[in-house]
């Protein structure tokens, strides 16, 4: 079964400043995806940035951008320029193009921006 | 754009009750999926719909729960006799064709149920 790991429960990063939530997953399937989702207060669950696994380019929305490393199976987001917009909770999530295509996701990472 | 709606926004009802959470996926779309995030914790995978029978359910819904789309349109999560830890917000998600086209799943705005 798949798995997927945030270790920093909580990040803080200065406005303007650059920070990078990390995520490992495991999983024996070779073709996958993998996405990085933003949390509000609201509770919403609103897409931040996806990757295909079979992509070797890593992906970039923006501001956004990601790392991700297919043989070590890692896959960091990155927010460069931090706006206090950006305060919320990430959830890294990965989905199977096999089966239910179910989402199997992180505990999240609570991102705090300083003024 | 299209949309998830789900309604209400937020329910409250008393322990043992039936509660109803309402869905209405994307409207070309073909999985649709229930997911539970309890407060503070992580999005959970409840159960998943194609095809107009589930596909696959977690442990976590039990006998007490379960899933209908009644009109081609609404897809519903029921819960029979609600418990204290049913507290939780509720996600509708829904997704298009399976395979290599598919890449990503749309999710609602979510239903925050409280339990009292």
């Known amino acids: 079964a798949q798995t997927v790991t945030q270790s920093q429960p909580e990040m803080s990063v200065q406005e303007a400043e650059t920070v990078t939530l990390s995520c490992t997953y495991d999983?024996?399937?070779?073709?996958?995806?993998l996405f990085w989702y933003k949390q509000p207060p609201s509770r919403q669950m609103i897409l931040v940035i996806r990757?295909?696994?079979?992509?070797?380019q890593n992906a970039t929305e923006n501001r956004f951008s990601v790392n991700f490393q297919k043989a070590a199976k890692s896959f960091s987001l990155k927010i460069s320029d931090s706006q206090l917009g950006d305060a919320a909770m990430y959830f890294c999530a990965y989905r199977s193009p096999l089966g239910t295509y179910k989402y199997i996701f992180g505990t999240g990472t609570r991102l705090k921006v300083l003024a | 754009e299209p949309e998830v709606t789900q309604t209400p926004s937020h329910q409250v009802t008393q322990m043992g009750q039936e509660v109803i959470l309402r869905c209405v996926p994307i409207s070309n779309h073909l999985y649709f999926y229930w997911y539970r995030q309890i407060l503070g914790q992580k999005v959970e995978f409840l159960v998943s719909f194609y095809n107009n029978e589930i596909s696959e359910k977690s442990e976590i819904f039990d006998d007490q729960f379960s899933v209908e789309r009644p009109d081609g349109s609404n897809f519903t999560l029921k819960i029979r006799s609600t418990k204290l830890e049913d507290s939780a917000m509720y996600f509708c998600a829904s997704s298009d064709v399976g395979g290599p086209m598919n890449t990503e799943a749309f999710f609602g705005q979510g239903t925050r149920l409280t339990v009292v």
């Open positions: 999983t024996s399937e070779s073709d996958y995806y």
């Open positions: 990757q295909e696994a079979y992509k070797q």
